[in-house]
């Protein structure tokens, strides 16, 4: 295995006011300009959170968590927080990336709106005890960008990459995927997708019931969020941002939000995507736009 | 009901040529002085694969007494590195290599669990693997042209080869492959070039035999790799596989996708048949 580095790779056991959880840093790698990742799980009382934390080589002057979109949506973006976290950390600021209960490398349990949100504030808290109290931007993608609204202290910078705004739309697309994705395998399209599921499977991922009704129930735009600096980066081949997105940025702005609006090219059909060619998962792991769009807006307008 | 991750699990970094690989080990209680290592398939997402399949298989494997690392390939999920495209006659031996060498310590007998691009990183890793046992290779990917075209031109003999010649939608496919071939590596500058033929696998499958190493072959029926493993069969390996049995086993699983995992049951099915081959094997 790799020999940590630093001096401070030891495991940290820290008290949270949200319940009994620590940090086990487990393991460390340094880059050739000192910038640094930790990889290791966050003990809480769901179960254990996988965690990167990306570091400066000094003292940061913010931290910023990234909160990832739940189930297919997942893994399309992945290498982009990777790269973006990577970047922040070179521009000085420490963020945490993370595997919210039910998903990648975490404990399981049924993932929700409500289970994501629980897992991002104890990531920010551990985050915040170890580098101090910092100013502090949150990063949200697609579904995350709920959990990112919600979890935001106060004062702190808000970035929502796609974000789903329309949850109806949002349920829609995903049993059209499961559909799509029945259909293509010789099934009715009907299967598993009865009101009375508590889990449907779409393309190979258990989608919670609770997920959907949560997502229906509770559009981004009734979010009460602490954030008073927001960007939204549309992600779309047609140049211009969704009217929904617009008409949310403004009603941000009505209640005396600073928010911006950025759009970058890349053909995203995030749950399409993963029923692709031959049914392998086609993923753009490029879009470096949007990350270079966010890595400016933070380290230019963020709150450090 | 939520069910805590296993307590001994740690994320550690692993040092390879292309630079650390983000590694996940499950360490039972009382560890047998088995280790497993789980290759993930060719995608860009993380080692987890979809709906984090590799998390639950290694999980379960634990289960039964192993110690378990899954890892991310260079340029993937927390890995570092860059990637470009997964490519069979390029493997990722490296990866494999330094990731196993990292159980050496934990693990006197190795066995490696491989899926599609992994399966075939895996197994042309086995020769740099002295304490390797077995190999279970999931939807082994056989490029499906290069091993038709073999076959038809030695069934065929001379007139035939003549015939698909002068017939466009024949020699096609073929055409198809040999421009692949073709092509500039476009992996990563370490990245071994590795050709993959029916007659290279029944060589790869000959050295594992005398090294006493067994091989588990396992498709899903709705794989595309069962259709080019199945011409194969049908072919140039058919009577080679038959007379290599026990040691090399296969395993066709009565409907599903083993190498994508589009369906919750093809998931289970995967962990469960690949978790009975690790009890039945160790």
């Known amino acids: ?304 | 009901m939520v069910t805590a991750a296993p307590p001994a699990e740690r994320a550690t970094f692993v040092d390879s040529p292309e630079g650390p690989l983000a590694a996940v080990v499950t360490t039972p209680p009382n560890p047998s002085d088995t280790g497993v290592v789980i290759c993930p398939g060719g995608w860009y997402g993380t080692s987890t694969n979809r709906n984090r399949v590799v998390v639950r298989l290694a999980r379960a494997i634990a289960n039964l007494g192993h110690t378990v690392v899954r890892f991310d390939w260079h340029g993937v999920g927390d890995s570092s590195g860059e990637i470009d495209r997964f490519v069979l006659d390029r493997p990722f031996v490296d990866d494999v290599v330094a990731v196993s060498d990292s159980l050496s310590g934990a693990a006197g007998r190795l066995l490696v669990v491989g899926v599609c691009f992994g399966g075939r990183s895996a197994l042309a890793a086995a020769p740099e693997l002295p304490s390797l046992a077995g190999l279970v290779l999931v939807s082994f990917p056989f490029p499906a042209e290069q091993t038709k075209a073999d076959w038809r031109a030695r069934k065929m003999g001379w007139r035939g080869v003549a015939n698909v010649a002068t017939n466009p939608e024949l020699w096609r496919p073929a055409a198809r492959w040999a421009t692949r071939r073709l092509r500039p590596a476009p992996a990563g500058p370490k990245a071994r070039h590795i050709t993959l033929t029916p007659g290279s696998f029944r060589a790869d499958m000959g050295a594992l035999r005398q090294r006493g190493v067994t091989v588990d072959l396992v498709f899903g029926a709705d794989d595309l790799e069962l259709v080019s493993f199945e011409t194969l069969r049908q072919g140039p390996l058919g009577d080679y596989l038959e007379r290599s049995r026990p040691g090399i086993e296969v395993a066709i699983t009565d409907r599903g996708d083993l190498s994508s995992f589009r369906s919750l049951e093809a998931q289970d099915t995967a962990i469960h048949l690949i978790t009975d081959i690790v009890r039945r094997r160790v």
């Open chain 1, 1 to 304: 295995m790799t020999g940590t580095s630093g001096g401070d790779a030891r495991p940290l056991h820290l008290d949270s006011a949200e319940g009994a959880w620590k940090t086990v840093v487990d393991d460390r790698i340094e880059g050739p300009g000192g910038a640094w990742v930790r990889i290791g799980f966050i003990e809480t009382a769901s179960g254990n959170l996988f965690s990167a934390v990306h570091g400066p080589p000094a003292q940061p002057r913010g931290v910023a968590l990234i909160c990832p979109p739940p189930l297919a949506e997942g893994p399309r973006n992945y290498r982009r927080e990777f790269d973006l976290a990577g970047a922040l950390a070179e521009g000085g600021v420490a963020s945490m990336r993370f595997h919210p209960i039910g998903t990648g490398q975490s404990a399981d349990g049924p993932c929700t709106l409500g289970s994501m949100s629980t897992d991002a504030s104890s990531a920010l808290g551990a985050l915040v005890s170890q580098f101090g109290d910092l100013p502090v931007a949150v990063v949200g993608t697609r579904l995350a960008a709920v959990v990112a609204a919600r979890t935001i202290p106060t004062g702190g910078t808000l970035v929502l990459w796609d974000p789903v705004v329309d949850g109806s739309a949002y349920a829609k697309e995903v049993m059209r995927a499961r559909r799509l994705s029945a259909l293509a395998s010789g099934e009715s399209g009907k299967e598993g997708g009865t009101a009375d599921d508590v889990t449907v499977d779409v393309v190979g991922y258990p989608v919670e019931k609770a997920l959907l009704d949560e997502v229906r129930s509770q559009p981004l735009a009734e979010v009460e969020t602490a954030s008073r600096r927001i960007q939204v980066v549309e992600m779309t081949r047609k140049g211009t941002p969704r009217p929904a997105v617009l008409d949310l940025a403004e009603q941000w702005r009505r209640d005396g939000t600073d928010v911006r609006v950025d759009v970058v090219a890349a053909a995203e059909s995030w749950w399409f995507g993963s029923a692709g060619k031959g049914g392998r998962i086609e993923v753009e792991v490029t879009a470096t736009e949007a990350v270079t769009l966010t890595l400016g807006f933070l380290l230019e307008e963020g709150p450090w």
